[in-house]
T-cell receptor, first 108, second 114 residues
């Protein structure tokens, strides 16, 4: 089946630092999405990418859809304490599959 | 408020008991799905439905049943709960014309089977 490998599993950073995480797959997807999950809540969509090579920003967040359609990355610039949470990548080709998540901790 | 509503938020079951996790959405979304979230494994698709009367299996369907009699509701049934079904369950929905916008998720049901 379609498997997504998301890395790193966790990150501990200082407020103000930039963050980078990525997702790779052996299968191609026609949509890549990035979600954030706060404790006790469901995931919330951050960025959606629709075509290979696409680079999209949402405030301090930037994500790219890899040209092979098998990978994507998410960057967060100048992190702040409220960036804390679990970030999931998801690939869609028919149904949607999720990576295992990156747990981000931001130290003030 | 429009969105996906899941009930209950927490549940403890004994092995062998049955229960239904409820999911309702008021956005007229055709596509609904159930995921389970386990530590270190992300979200895994259990069952999904592309419209009323149509359901299909996802990645981990064993031990779960679903039905879709209306567009609004998509309940998930555990017929005989097992400790391996201890997890957090999320219901999600999406409108097919807005597929690129991603799912809207409920706030989850935390289930413990003892």
């Amino acid at each position: 089946g379609q498997q997504l490998n998301q890395s790193p599993q966790s990150m501990f950073i200082q407020e103000g630092e930039d963050v980078s995480m990525n997702c790779t797959s052996s299968s191609i997807f026609n949509t890549w999405l990035w979600y954030k999950q706060d404790p006790g809540e469901g995931p919330v969509l951050l960025i959606a990418l629709y075509k290979a090579g696409e680079l999209t920003s949402n405030g301090r967040l930037t994500a790219q859809f890899g040209i092979t359609r098998k990978d994507s990355f998410l960057n967060i610039s100048a992190s702040i304490p409220s960036d804390v949470g679990i970030y999931f990548c998801a690939g869609r080709f028919g149904d949607m599959r999720f990576g295992a998540g990156t747990r981000l901790t931001v130290k003030p | 408020n429009a969105g996906v509503t899941q009930t209950p938020k927490f549940q403890v079951l004994k092995t062998g008991q049955s229960m239904t996790l409820q999911c309702a959405q008021d956005m007229n979304h055709e596509y609904m799905s159930w995921y389970r979230q386990d530590p270190g494994m992300g979200l895994r698709l259990i069952h999904y439905s592309v419209g009323a009367g149509i359901t299909d299996q996802g990645e981990v369907p064993n031990g779960y049943n679903v039905s879709r009699s209306t567009t609004e509701d998509f309940p998930l049934r555990l017929l005989s709960a097992a400790p391996s079904q201890t997890s957090v369950y999320f219901c999600a929905s999406i409108h097919p014309d807005r597929a690129g916008y991603g799912y809207t998720f409920g706030s989850g049901t935390r289930l413990t089977v003892v």
